[in-house]
């Protein structure tokens, strides 16, 4: 069965420092998602992203984040400048078609740790 | 706006145990209701989904059925295995806008052999 696949599976950064999360998306999925859970806190959506633009974003996606879909294959997510509290497990999801009817497929998650 | 309130974990069952986990909802207009499922080191997986009311979605032997009247959709199964150790996220799909998910905290299911 096709699956989202996420690379890194844990990332270690240093405060301040620039990171890219990547995610390939399953193949002929259209809508793709990142959401993130910090640890004991809920899953919260973060962006969805459709036809290469930014569909919607919550208030933490502010402009440290950016995502971009740099090829027909991968999606990534891009936080510019790290702080202590991005350290967060991050999930990147895609769907078929959206409405109500259509599931998201998540990956494994990259575990995201700032020092 | 739209939330997702989940029971309390962690769940320690004994195998073979009934197993239930609570997972109410609020939201405008009529979304549709998932369980997903997150085993260790994995990522979330579907397990079951209904989209309106009196929908009872099914799979695995868990079950869970969407009440609008009681705004629930609590997840069951007759009799558990260790294998079905998790954690367990209720998640509901807003009607509007880029239909996100929004997911309760997640209930970790330890079952005990």
């Known amino acids: 069965e096709p699956e989202v696949t996420q690379t890194p599976s844990h990332q270690v950064t240093q405060m301040g420092q620039e990171v890219i999360l990547r995610c390939v998306p399953i193949?002929?999925?259209?809508?793709f998602y990142w959401y993130r859970q910090i640890l004991g806190q809920k899953v919260e959506f973060l962006v969805s992203f459709y036809n290469n633009e930014i569909s919607e974003k919550s208030e933490i996606f502010d402009d440290q984040f950016s995502v971009e879909r740099p090829d027909g294959s991968n999606f990534t997510l891009k936080i510019r400048s790290t702080k202590l509290e991005d350290s967060a497990m991050y999930f990147c999801?895609?769907?078929?078609?959206?409405?109500?009817?259509?599931?998201?497929?998540f990956g494994d998650g990259t575990r995201l740790s700032i020092l | 706006g739209d939330s997702v309130t989940q029971m309390e974990g962690p769940v320690t069952l004994s195998e073979e145990a009934f197993l239930t986990i609570n997972c109410t909802y609020t939201a405008t207009g009529y979304p549709s209701l998932f369980w997903y499922v997150q085993y260790p080191g994995e990522g979330l997986q579907l397990l079951l989904k209904a989209t309106k009311a009196d929908d009872k979605g099914s799979n695995k032997g868990f079950e869970a059925t969407y009440r609008k009247e009681t705004t629930s959709f609590h997840l069951e199964k007759g009799s558990v295995q260790v294998s079905d150790s998790a954690v367990y996220f209720c998640a509901l799909t807003v009607t509007s806008g880029t239909y996100k998910y929004i997911f309760g905290t997640g209930t970790r299911l330890k079952v005990l052999a």
């Open positions: 999801a895609s769907s078929e078609g959206q409405g109500l009817n259509q599931p998201q497929h």
């Open positions: 193949s002929n999925h259209l809508y």
